[in-house]
């Protein structure tokens, strides 16, 4: 019995533990837990040159978005801007260092990583480096990948550049620059290449 | 295979997933042989590290809602904003969907959260006959939204990177931003300790119609 449910026929969810038969789904189709429903596994559609793709389109907007202003103020004359950077160093300045860790953890670096991490995982089965160094890198990089995907929070910083403009409007002329598209592009090309990533499917790779 | 009900769990039929990568193993197995990563059956100590860290988010709520979270300078008036009065102002200066969204992130979704947690770990510790379905629902909920309290962080290092003309106009954060920034590191690591599998063992031997 334990030998012949070790093979792919059954799936445990990792939530609640049920043991469920795997079937074959059309594709776009999620499959959740009949009892908890945690989602269980999709069909795997990650094309590696899509994904290549992605990731290299996620590199070419990450320097102008981290480096050139998202906001711009004017007010009485005086400009000031900021950048993803400058904002969590005017919060740790003050002291409250913890804050801007956590806005240079979830905003710039994770992001950074998570990008660069899947542009390796990506060059790594595309080229069919097989060597066991590089099979080890494979696995280092897919088990700290849940982690970076959910510390990288791109999108929560889009919704709050958006917030400040409201907010601040109030007081000054607030302007958007080429920092805010190349920010808002990063978000968007990230959230495509999240979508056709696979995680399941990236460990099973190394079954092969 | 015929012994398959909706009800079997992987434990009695001798198989665990791997935490790291997924992969089923049979219990005998030390490590998976996929990743390398130890297996566990059941994390028991993820219970008491899940109290742990959910008690210590729900003490530095108070500080992180009664201190304030901004000091805003405006013509030479100090003003201290906590995360409530900051929104009443919002709503006082007409900014409606603004205020509507920063309520949700930074009062509604952390105060869920803690209860929403607190229901989740007494119904494991102490076996209460809560709903499972309905438990589960709430905990995918709080592990999704939970990360956009981060909203309020944002926002305040955007401001205060961008208004700091002195006396004239200087925005800063305060206290509670530290203790903020906390209580959602420290629900978000709640959540994502707690082996869920706990839940669904123990209330099974009852069997109160899930």
Same mark, same amino acid.
């Given at each position: ?24 789904? @059309? ?16 069909? @795997? ?65 994770? @992001? ?19 060597? @066991? ?76 | ?170 925005? +800063? ?32 031997? +009852?069997?109160?119609?899930?």
């Amino acid at each position: 019995m334990e030998q012949e449910c070790a093979d792919n026929s059954v799936v445990l969810c990792r939530s609640c533990d049920l043991v469920i038969s795997k079937r074959a789904l @059309p594709s776009g189709v999620r499959a959740l837990c009949p009892r908890c429903h945690t989602t269980l596994y999709d069909t @795997p559609y990650c094309s590696i040159n899509g994904m290549l793709a992605l990731c290299l389109t996620a590199l070419l907007f990450l320097l102008p978005a981290n480096v050139l202003p998202v906001l711009e103020l004017h007010f009485l004359g005086s400009v000031r801007t900021t950048t993803i950077i400058e904002g969590a160093m005017a919060v740790s300045n003050q002291g409250y260092w913890i804050v801007g860790i956590a806005v240079l953890v979830s905003a710039v670096i994770a @992001p950074a990583l998570l990008i660069l991490s899947v542009l390796f995982q990506i060059l790594i089965i595309k080229y069919r480096l097989n060597s @066991p160094f590089f099979r080890d890198i494979l696995k280092r990089l897919l088990s700290y990948q849940g982690l970076l995907a959910q510390l990288s929070m791109l999108e929560i910083f889009m919704i709050s550049i958006l917030v400040s403009v409201f907010q601040l409007s109030d007081f000054a002329d607030i302007f958007l620059g080429m920092g805010t598209f190349c920010f808002a592009m990063l978000f968007l090309v990230t959230l495509f290449l999240q979508r056709e990533y696979n995680l399941e499917h990236m460990w099973g790779v190394l079954d092969e | 295979m015929s012994d398959l009900n909706n009800k079997t769990q992987g434990i009695t039929i001798g198989l665990t997933p791997c935490p790291s990568c997924g992969k089923l193993s049979v219990h005998s197995d030390i490590h998976c042989n996929r990743c390398g990563k130890a297996l566990v059956m059941r994390d028991y100590s993820s219970l008491q590290k899940s109290w742990a860290l959910l008690i210590t988010a729900a003490i530095l709520l108070f500080p992180a809602n009664l201190y304030p979270i901004t000091m805003l300078v405006n013509r030479g008036q100090i003003r201290h904003d906590t995360i409530f009065t900051g929104i009443v102002h919002l709503v006082e200066s007409d900014m409606f969907p603004i205020a509507i969204i920063l309520f949700t992130a930074s009062i509604l979704v952390p105060l869920l959260k803690i209860v929403g947690l607190t229901a989740y770990l007494l119904a494991i510790s102490f076996r209460l006959p809560i709903s499972k379905q309905k438990l589960m629902v709430g905990f995918h909920i709080i592990e999704w939204i939970g990360r956009w309290s981060m909203l309020d962080l944002f926002v305040i290092s955007i401001t205060a990177a961008l208004v700091n003309m002195g006396q004239l106009l200087d925005a +800063k954060p305060a206290p509670a931003a530290t203790a903020f920034a906390l209580v959602i590191l420290l629900t978000q690591l709640a959540a994502k300790v707690l082996d869920t599998r706990l839940l669904w063992d123990r209330l099974e031997s +009852k069997d109160d119609a899930n």
